[in-house]
């Protein structure tokens, strides 16, 4: 499991990052079929429990966010999931931009988004 995330994400030791930020969203089979109606090729996986992940860094990458930086903040240019901090930008407006992304998806998808590290002080 380390080696196959290894593979898939920046080393943060050479670009400071908070690995995959957003958990891909499970949802309702009947959910799922509408949202693959509508987006034709969304990757998603049947779970045992009936229900199917979808793959978040597909939606954020359709979003339009991949590649996106401002400042300091950015997603990563081969890897959705990837917030990148590039140089001194804070953890406030990592969160503020994660809350962008997760926003814009919703919109788009009706589908919400977590994000997968866990956050203190808040």
């Not at 030791?13 to 089979?29: H, M, Q, R, T, Y």
């Not at 969160?95 to 919703?106: D, F, H, K, N, P």
Request: net charge negative; charged share 20%.
């Amino acid at each position: 499991m380390v080696s196959i995330r290894s593979s898939k994400l920046p080393d943060p030791a050479l670009e400071p990052n908070a690995g995959s930020f957003f958990k891909n969203p499970l949802v309702a089979a009947e959910r799922a079929q509408e949202v693959m109606a509508r987006f034709p090729g969304i990757p998603a996986y049947p779970q045992a429990d009936g229900r199917v992940k979808i793959s978040a860094a597909w939606m954020i990458d359709y979003c339009g966010w991949k590649g996106y930086r401002e400042d300091d903040i950015g997603v990563h240019p081969e890897h959705a999931l990837v917030i990148v901090n590039y140089g001194n930008g804070s953890g406030e407006r990592l969160l503020s931009l994660a809350s962008e992304i997760a926003a814009t998806v919703a919109d788009t998808f009706a589908i919400e988004l977590s994000i997968e590290p866990r956050v203190y002080g808040q």
